[in-house]
């Protein structure tokens, strides 16, 4: 078959993946958007860009579908789920407008990208295509290279701005400014004294419950586990075993064989065992 041929022609395990994987990739464009807590839409966009790899991978362009993976899924997604984490996104933020008109700001750029978008669909040939054969004459890196350094160097350019600036603010979301002097160890320790909290240092996870993990409750003298040895978060998300009754077993069991021992009968001294048999 002709390259000329072959770019007219699809195959229909070409077409049986196209439809699928790309219903599936627009769910995940949709729950990016509608999804309601961000580490969800970070995640439903990783899994629209893997497949977007897989597509590059089906046509031949094997450099960008290995790009697409490592860059764009492995390493800024990384960056958003690390933003995420540190700065603490919730559903109450987006209710906060923290910089005046940016609503208004990200709904023009919005018209505007769709408007992009639009032009570039309106001006793509549909009918007259080469396919990927004459783009990788010369291989496909050879090939990227000479449209990214030359056709599309600014949108290029324009794009590693972006993640620069990205990573920038990444770094002035995560910054708190100080508007107070940070207190002294004396200070804090005399505000726990006047307030009645727990002066001396807390006790470690696991104390009395032979386990050393920190979602491990230490016990009290009682056996009931103490909430001041585990971290409030693990609390709050359910995270913390209760090995209360195994350590009471335990204990039970130590006893019992401390018990036995301590009733066997004491074995008398050699000395005394020889001084009987002589006077015998």
């Not at 002097?181 to 804090?188: D, N």
Request: charged share 20%; glycine share 8%.
């Amino acid at each position: 078959m002709s390259p000329q041929l072959a770019a007219y022609t699809t195959s229909t395990g070409e077409a049986f993946q196209f439809w699928v994987l790309g219903t599936v990739a627009v769910i995940g464009a949709l729950s990016t958007v509608f999804m309601k807590k961000a580490v969800h839409s970070a995640l439903s966009l990783a899994g629209t860009m893997i497949i977007l790899a897989v597509f590059y991978l089906a046509n031949g362009a094997y450099f960008l579908g290995i790009v697409q993976i490592v860059v764009y899924t492995g390493a800024i997604m990384m960056l958003f789920l690390f933003v995420v984490m540190l700065v603490g996104v919730t559903a109450a933020d987006s209710l906060k407008e923290t910089i005046k008109g940016q609503r208004w700001l990200a709904l023009l750029c919005g018209v505007g990208f769709g408007v992009l978008l639009l032009a570039g669909i309106a001006n793509a040939s549909l009918k007259q295509f080469n396919g990927t054969g004459q783009a990788n004459a010369n291989g496909n890196v050879q090939g990227l290279a000479a449209l990214i350094f030359t056709k599309y160097v600014f949108a290029f350019e324009i794009t590693g701005a972006l993640l620069i600036t990205a990573a920038v603010g990444a770094m002035v979301l995560t910054h708190r400014e100080r508007t107070e002097r940070p207190k002294t160890q004396r200070e804090l320790a005399e505000q726990r004294v006047r307030e009645g909290k727990h002066v001396p240092p807390l006790p470690a996870p696991g104390v009395y419950a032979r386990h050393n993990a920190v979602d491990v409750a230490g016990l009290l003298p009682d056996g009931t586990p103490s909430e001041l040895t585990v971290s409030k978060t693990l609390r709050d998300r359910g995270q913390v075993r209760d090995v209360s009754t195994e350590a009471l077993n335990d204990l039970r069991a130590l006893e019992q064989r401390a018990e036995e021992r301590l009733e066997r009968t004491p074995v008398e001294p050699a000395h005394r065992k020889q001084s009987e048999e002589a006077s015998k």
